[in-house]
């Protein structure tokens, strides 16, 4: 009995944590239908902030600075104001602008911030925890209730918690302002034709949000003693799943659902076998289950994505000075035949690359990896780009060929029977097709339940797909060796003949990008990529012609899976180790951001972006400021994206799409 009491408590002040992040979520869903990723990164520096201001001195860009050394009762609510400025800004700068643009221009702009946020505050605070110092709440004495112990700070967590959750009900249903939220909650536009001053109530919705995301930051690094420029991610992530079990879009649904969410990971966690190693993934199953079976959540009604009529990906040209320098080059890549289309893509690749090849050897190698992200690229590309579907689960299926075939090679082949690897080196080029196939039917596993599900809601649930796939190769020691990875590898072999150098490999994967773009290209200009096109820029219109679109869905999962698989047989046999690091949330950013660098729904485009991005970040390697903060890079990606989406979402090939008509 006691040990459940101690549980119950613990439970209490998580689930408390979780609401209020959750809240921050549910304001700015329940106006603009839009999941804001970025309360993940606010929520970490309101942690960082209060902390910095409670420190005497602290580290900034490596420099040791003197910090005033507040209290907290001051030092928390001056990191809250700042933290709600930040969100103003952030919707001021880089939501705004976008308010009326294509579903999944907000939502890559919103991941796009994220990242910038993320990467600004490593570069800031540093990548090493920052110790939360003591106060008067850590210095008290926990109280006992029965056998069970709760400290002042979880109480002063659930409290606060409380009092702020029943204020904002207030708020919102007695104040002027909040009447405002809750009609431009039922429609915006209506809203604004009867005079309410939306942009405010917008605004205000951020501000509230992001200092309620902060409020849970500095509250959960309290009680776990830490600040980091990662904390905010899983905690973010699972404050989203609570706001979508409670009803996204509910303030009294959000609360409810980080409350359910803490009793369901605690207790899980404490009785579920292996529970604490799967304590995560509890949260994800949870939200797979809920947008299954109630996707409008426990106390929602609406279904969700109202605004789904605007279109995934119609993105307008615009007539900015950006456009008319892009338009030859756009140009270039699009013609008339789509095959010609695909060949002047990889061509430009090998164009840039030759050059690289013969001098040095690390350039081979690092154009190899330019290969293995555009080969990612293009897979996702079929998902995002040509159907429209925003799928954040996809290295799920470079996970699944990469184990694959190094389970098969090394713990099954090598380990287990004692075959010598070099003679059954025809094995690779079997794993390409085996591996792609198991990922393509994990893509239509991962496809099937989102078929009722668009835009934010379809995100989320492939979100929890591919992090429910990374928690299980990280756990499930006894066949994927856990976090130490699998080691040994073989490199890929011809008649016996190993190509293990960087130039060997990068011919090899360039023959496998060549065949995806022309197996893609051939996709792209059947029947079947038509469909995806129609799906993409109007769904109801696509099934009003007939197309089945739940099955033309599928077949984009199970493509993109396919090459996906393929890319992660690829990748497996030439770094020769693999470990769950490479499969997280944010090489599936990277792999997304790289498509709408390039252009999203044009062959090339993912080629192109890969080779700037990745080319980028070796030439930046030699720049003295970005030795000592080198996460500035993926800053810098943020934000270029953030500007691409606001003045070029079509991105850097997309002046020009192929166009493709239904027969």
Excluded at 13 to 21: K, N, Q, R, V
Excluded at 164 to 173: C, R
Excluded at 249 to 270: D, H, S, Y
Excluded at 419 to 431: A, E, K, R
Aim: aromatic letters at 14%.
């Amino acid at each position: 009995m006691d040990i459940l009491l101690q549980f119950f408590f613990n439970a209490l002040m998580l689930g408390a944590i979780y609401a209020l992040a959750a809240v921050a979520y549910t304001l700015v869903y329940g106006i603009l239908e839009m999941i804001n990723f970025a309360f993940g990164e606010l929520f970490m520096f309101g942690a960082f902030l209060a902390v910095s201001f409670m420190l005497p001195q602290v580290s900034l860009f490596g420099v040791m600075v003197p910090m005033p050394g507040l209290p907290f009762l001051l030092a928390a609510p001056l990191a809250i104001l700042i933290v709600a400025g930040m969100g103003y800004l952030i919707e001021r700068c880089a939501y705004r602008p976008l308010r009326f643009a294509p579903r999944l221009a907000p939502l890559i702009t919103a991941i796009a911030v994220s990242v910038a946020l993320q990467n600004l505050a490593q570069s800031v605070w540093g990548a090493q925890e920052l110790a939360f110092p003591s106060f008067f709440l850590l210095e008290a004495k926990p109280i006992q209730i029965g056998g069970a112990y709760i400290s002042m700070v979880e109480i002063a967590v659930i409290v606060t918690a409380a009092v702020v959750m029943t204020a904002l009900h207030f708020y919102v249903k007695k104040t002027r302002m909040g009447r405002a939220m809750r009609a431009a909650a039922q429609d915006v536009e209506a809203a604004a034709l009867m005079g309410i001053p939306v942009n405010r109530v917008i605004a205000m919705a951020f501000i509230i949000g992001s200092g309620l995301a902060a409020l849970a930051g500095i509250f959960y690094g309290a009680v776990y003693l830490f600040a980091h420029p990662h904390m905010g991610f899983m905690p973010g992530l699972k404050a989203m799943v609570a706001a979508v079990l409670g009803g996204i879009g509910n303030i009294r649904g959000a609360m409810l659902g980080g409350i359910v969410l803490g009793f369901a990971e605690t207790f899980g966690a404490a009785y579920l076998p292996n529970g604490s190693a799967y304590r995560d993934a509890i949260a994800f199953a949870i939200l797979i289950l809920l947008l299954l079976f109630r996707p409008q959540g426990l106390l929602g009604t609406r279904l969700p994505n109202r605004m789904a009529d605007r279109g995934a990906m119609a993105f307008k040209g615009s007539a900015s000075a950006i456009d008319a320098g892009l338009a030859k080059l756009s140009a270039f890549f699009a013609g008339r035949d789509l095959a010609r289309y695909a060949a002047w893509g990889v061509l430009a690749v090998v164009a840039v690359s030759v050059f690289f090849i013969f001098p040095s050897p690390y350039w081979a190698r690092v154009f190899v990896f330019v290969l293995i992200y555009a080969l990612l690229a293009s897979g996702l590309n079929i998902v995002v780009g040509f159907a429209g579907l925003l799928d954040l689960g996809f290295v799920a299926f470079w996970a699944v060929g990469s184990y694959f075939t190094s389970i098969l090679f090394v713990e099954v082949l090598a380990k287990g029977y004692g075959v010598d690897v070099s003679s059954v080196w025809w094995l690779f080029y079997v794993n390409l097709l085996l591996g792609g196939g198991l990922a393509a039917l994990f893509g239509m596993m991962l496809g099937y339940p989102t078929l009722r599900l668009r835009g934010d809601y379809l995100a989320i649930m492939t979100l929890g797909f591919g992090e429910i796939i990374r928690l299980v190769a990280t756990n499930w020691v006894d066949l994927t060796r856990g976090p130490m990875g699998i080691r040994g590898i073989p490199v890929p072999s011809l008649f016996g003949y190993k190509l293990g150098s960087p130039v060997q490999l990068y011919l090899l994967g360039l023959v496998l990008l060549a065949l995806a773009v022309f197996l893609i290209a051939l996709m792209v200009r059947s029947y079947l990529g038509r469909a995806w096109v129609a799906i993409r820029e109007d769904e109801a219109a696509a099934e009003a012609m007939g197309i089945n679109t739940s099955r033309y869905k599928l077949y984009a999962y199970s493509a993109g899976g396919f090459f996906g698989g393929v890319t992660g047989v690829f990748f497996a046999h030439s770094q020769q180790y693999i470990s769950p690091l490479s499969f997280t949330l944010f090489e599936n950013i990277l792999i997304l951001m790289l498509i709408v660098l390039g252009g999203m729904g044009t062959l090339a485009g993912p080629i192109i972006g890969a080779a700037i991005w990745v080319v980028f970040l070796e030439v930046a390697r030699d720049m003295p400021f970005i030795q000592q903060h080198p996460e500035l890079r993926f800053m810098a990606l943020g934000i270029l994206l953030v500007v691409l989406m606001i003045f070029r979402p079509q991105g850097l090939l997309g002046q020009k799409r192929q166009p493709l008509m239904m027969s």
